[in-house]
């Protein structure tokens, strides 16, 4: 067995990118402090053909070295835009019919493997601070909680770990 090399991965240009049916997928980013996190969900938001990544309060934005890190080069690729407030923007994006989730551990949550996305809908995933996580009201505002099944003695994952977990199921069911 030999690994391949990137060229013979068949990867697309960034302008295919842009071209490609994305998966009915919005990511928004509450308040990430880490910028290797931010690159790093630019990069699995690449992979999986997400729509949109919502950067939103004190997470970073691009151009920034260390987002670049990790992204590498994904942030050409997959759409962003900034917003200041979180609660604003999934108000605003529940108002285009766009099925809000946050990604916390909360009353009522759904186990991540026992929940079934609408495939006519589209989807926000909020994700929030590596230590608080996401902002409470936010939480509040949310259509559903979704909880990533853990069985160990830590009770959460690394944002970006959540993203690629999350992504990774959500991509496989809805494609």
């Given at each position: 067995m030999r690994k391949l090399r990137n060229n013979e991965l068949g990867r697309i240009s960034v302008d295919e990118f842009k071209q490609t049916q994305k998966t009915?997928?919005?990511?928004?980013?509450?308040n990430i402090r880490s910028?290797?996190?931010v690159g790093s969900v630019f990069r699995t938001s690449d992979a999986?053909?997400?729509?949109?990544?919502?950067l939103c309060g004190i997470t970073a934005t691009p151009p920034h070295k260390e987002i670049h890190k990790t992204?590498?080069?994904?942030t050409e690729s997959v759409d962003w835009e900034?917003?200041?407030?979180?609660?604003?923007l999934i108000k605003e994006l529940q108002k285009q019919n766009v099925v809000v989730a946050s990604i916390e551990q909360a009353e009522q949550s759904t186990m991540l493997d026992s929940f079934t996305p609408n495939?006519?809908?589209?989807l926000a995933l909020v994700f929030g601070n590596e230590v608080k996580g996401v902002q409470q009201t936010v939480v509040?505002?949310?259509?559903?909680?979704l909880e990533i099944p853990q069985l160990g003695t830590k009770h959460s994952l690394n944002i970006s770990v959540s993203c690629g977990v999350v992504l990774w199921d959500?991509?496989?069911k809805m494609r």
């Open positions: 009915p997928i919005i990511v928004v980013l509450d910028l290797n996190n999986f053909l997400i729509e949109k990544i919502y992204a590498l080069g994904a900034y917003k200041e407030d979180t609660l604003s495939k006519e809908k589209r509040s505002a949310s259509d559903i909680c959500l991509f496989q």
